[in-house]
């Protein structure tokens, strides 16, 4: 299991940009799939982005065409680059890490998107 530390958010205008970051430990990170989930008051943890291990990337619809993932294997970071963003995407942010049958989760970063 690695461990993961989120980091990055913060208050935005709608339109700005930020780029979470999430730090791993260990030496599997490379080996693992990635993936940036988030949760809104009330609503269900979504998934926004996912990337594997050999790189391939998916997206939720609603984020399509304005958030990028990204990983630095070297480093051991996982990154979700949002471009444009709206109201609708304020939430906390959740790294999550998959290998296997072995699942962790960072303890989220916030993210407000408010004028």
């Known amino acids: 299991q690695v461990q993961l530390v989120e980091s990055g958010g913060g208050l935005v205008q709608p339109g700005e940009s930020l780029r979470l970051s999430c730090a791993a430990s260990?030496?599997?990170?490379?080996?693992?799939?990635m993936g940036w989930y988030r949760q809104a008051p009330g609503k269900q943890r979504e998934l926004v982005a996912h990337?594997?291990?050999?790189?391939?990337?998916n997206y939720a619809n609603s984020v399509k065409g304005r958030f990028t993932i990204s990983r630095d294997n070297a480093k051991n970071t996982v990154y979700l680059q949002m471009n444009s963003l709206k109201p609708e995407d304020t939430a906390v942010y959740y790294c999550n890490a998959r290998l296997a049958q072995t699942v962790s989760w960072g303890q989220g970063t916030q993210v407000t998107v408010s004028s």
């Open positions: 990337i594997t291990s050999g790189f391939s990337t």
């Open positions: 260990g030496s599997t990170f490379r080996l693992n799939a």
